[in-house]
């Protein structure tokens, strides 16, 4: 009797599923197989390439040379690969991998393809024989591409994005030079867009961005360039663009966004845009020059009037004051790291008794051939090209080695708007301060009316800070900005110091004598002492003593000097420049 299978051999089968053909696990894969004789060119597909490139006749696919007619964006990508990967000799043949699009015809859709294979070398060392498998891969491909787009464009407004704009500006200008041609570069700028959101919030904001990238968009011709420079600026590339045409060009890109409100979710917001145009390759021959010429003419346009149009043009002044700047930088650099930036001492003294207060340190620079450079001469320059804060820091350090060395005096020092901001200057006068103990006592520190209206809370942090050491605060140029004296109090300041434009006329200008007067007074309601600068005469000193000033300074009583009027410390007290 032939043997009877077991029930639990019985259901094993039943459970163990039949192993499936290789063209079927291919199919199910959705790949093709093939084999390619390089030396007949002749290819020979499985039976599921009919699947992989439907409606391409079986003779388009017998070959090589009729296969690559199909491919793009090359039809030499499938011989590249083989002859750009290293031949390993042997049964293993050499690994490749390609990836390219078929189509029958151009009004075809695209269908990618990834190949991947072996070659196997001929006596020759040269790819003999092919064999590998084809599949559909329009996922990846897809996801690619939408990549690249995401690193090509700005999120928000789907336009460039600033490094894929200066490399479209650079190819412009180029072609305007292979061809003869011209074009324009324009910066577009939304006007007062921190307002917006200030008032309404970023989303507001960034409603209004992508609603003039709309608008600009909407009246640029065929094959000009849009893209996003910065937060609130657009890059415009016009193409074969004369200076009359960048002209008109500009005004309508003005009236576009100024004509109407943009609609937000918050309401209506009325918004308008200024521009710096420069001329390409006429005025700028590169994109770096294009940019830098575009962001100058922009800036000179808002400083005219919100809303306006400016075009770069050669400027000599502008040009030679450049020249000066960059000189001057390396003036200042040079002198802070060889200590030739020094110190005059301008007496201030008691208005009723003449008897000295207290010495306005003001800052000099040696120039090392006899000449000096006086504070009108420094700061300036040094603000204009952010070397301010390096000045303000070794003035820091000169003060408070004098104050150290000479404990009966008393000293004030000026510092500009942005050092009053300057983290590391604060942690500088505060380390000074630590390892000099008795020195903040017999330190004011001056600070400009303009950071007091402009940053109140910050200056009054800045203040209170100063105060804990025991420093005084005066507050510079009183009466040449706007701030109140609601503010100075808010402000707890010790010393206003009257600007000396009103204070150098006092004897022949009724005007002036009025506001000098209702200042002392106003100040001395508030228990602020105050000093009057550019006092030129006795007439004016005893003016300013009899409506209560407290303190004056000027050509009367001694301009600044050089000269300590105290004895001079010893050199190792003086710091190296930081």
């Not at 040079?334 to 003294?349: C, D, G, M, Q, S």
């Amino acid at each position: 009797m032939p043997a009877q299978d077991s029930p639990l051999s019985r259901n094993e089968a039943l459970l163990t599923p039949a192993l499936p053909q290789a063209s079927e696990i291919l199919a199910a894969l959705g790949q093709a197989v093939f084999v390619w004789d390089l030396a007949s060119d002749a290819i020979v597909w499985g039976e599921q390439a009919g699947a992989i490139f439907p409606g391409i006749p079986a003779e388009r696919l017998a070959t090589g040379a009729e296969f690559a007619k199909l491919i793009e964006p090359a039809q030499t990508l499938r011989s590249a690969a083989l002859a750009q990967t290293s031949a390993v000799y042997g049964t293993d043949g050499t690994p490749y991998r390609v990836e390219y699009g078929v189509r029958m015809s151009a009004s075809d859709p695209v269908v990618w393809i990834e190949e991947t294979g072996r070659w196997f070398a001929g006596a020759d060392g040269r790819p003999m024989r092919a064999i590998g498998s084809v599949r559909i891969n329009n996922e990846r491909r897809a996801r690619d591409e939408e990549l690249t787009k995401l690193a090509r464009l700005d999120p928000l407004t789907g336009e460039l994005n600033r490094s894929h704009l200066i490399a479209a500006l650079a190819e412009a200008i180029e072609e305007t030079s292979r061809f003869r041609s011209t074009a324009a570069f324009l910066l577009v700028g939304i006007d007062h867009l921190a307002r917006v959101n200030d008032a309404f919030g970023f989303d507001v904001a960034d409603a209004v961005i992508l609603d003039v990238a709309k608008r600009i968009r909407a009246r640029l011709r065929g094959g000009d360039v849009l893209g996003r420079f910065s937060g609130n600026k657009f890059g415009l590339i016009l193409k074969n663009c004369t200076v009359d045409d960048m002209n008109v060009a500009a005004e309508r890109f003005l009236a576009g966004v100024r004509d109407e409100v943009v609609p937000t979710k918050s309401g209506p917001v009325s918004v308008t845009v200024s521009i710096g145009a420069v001329s390409l390759p006429r005025y700028a021959r590169n994109a770096d020059e294009a940019v830098n010429r575009a962001h100058e003419t922009l800036d000179a346009a808002k400083r005219r009037r919100a809303g306006s149009f400016a075009a770069w043009r050669p400027n000599a002044e502008r040009d030679a004051q450049r020249r000066v700047n960059i000189r001057v930088t390396d003036e200042i650099v040079t002198a802070l790291n060889e200590r030739r930036i020094k110190l005059a001492y301008e007496p201030v003294v008691s208005a009723a008794t003449r008897e000295g207060a207290f010495h306005e340190c003001l800052v000099r620079m040696d120039q090392g051939d006899g000449q000096v450079l006086l504070a009108p001469d420094i700061v300036p320059v040094a603000e204009r090209l952010g070397l301010i804060r390096l000045v303000d820091h070794r003035v820091l350090e000169l003060v408070v080695a004098e104050l150290a060395a000479a404990p009966d005096i008393r000293l004030s020092l000026n510092i500009s708007p942005d050092t009053t901001m300057d983290p590391d200057w604060w942690a500088g006068i505060e380390s000074l301060m630590r390892a000099h103990p008795g020195v903040a006592e017999r330190l004011i520190v001056e600070i400009t009316e303009t950071v007091a209206i402009q940053d109140i809370d910050d200056v009054r942090a800045f203040v209170s800070r100063l105060k804990n050491f025991g420093s005084r605060i005066a507050i510079d140029d009183f009466g040449a900005g706007y701030t109140s004296f609601r503010n100075l109090r808010k402000l707890g300041v010790d010393i206003v110091k009257i600007d000396g434009a009103f204070v150098q006329n006092i004897t022949h200008s009724a005007d002036d004598r009025a506001f000098v007067q209702t200042l002392i007074d106003l100040a001395r309601r508030l228990d602020i002492k105050t000093v009057a600068e550019w006092v030129q005469d006795e007439e004016a000193a005893n003016m300013l003593r009899d409506w209560g000033c407290d303190y004056i300074q000027g050509r009367l009583i001694g301009l600044a000097s050089s000269d300590r009027p105290w004895s001079a410390p010893p050199d190792s007290v003086l710091p190296a420049a930081g």
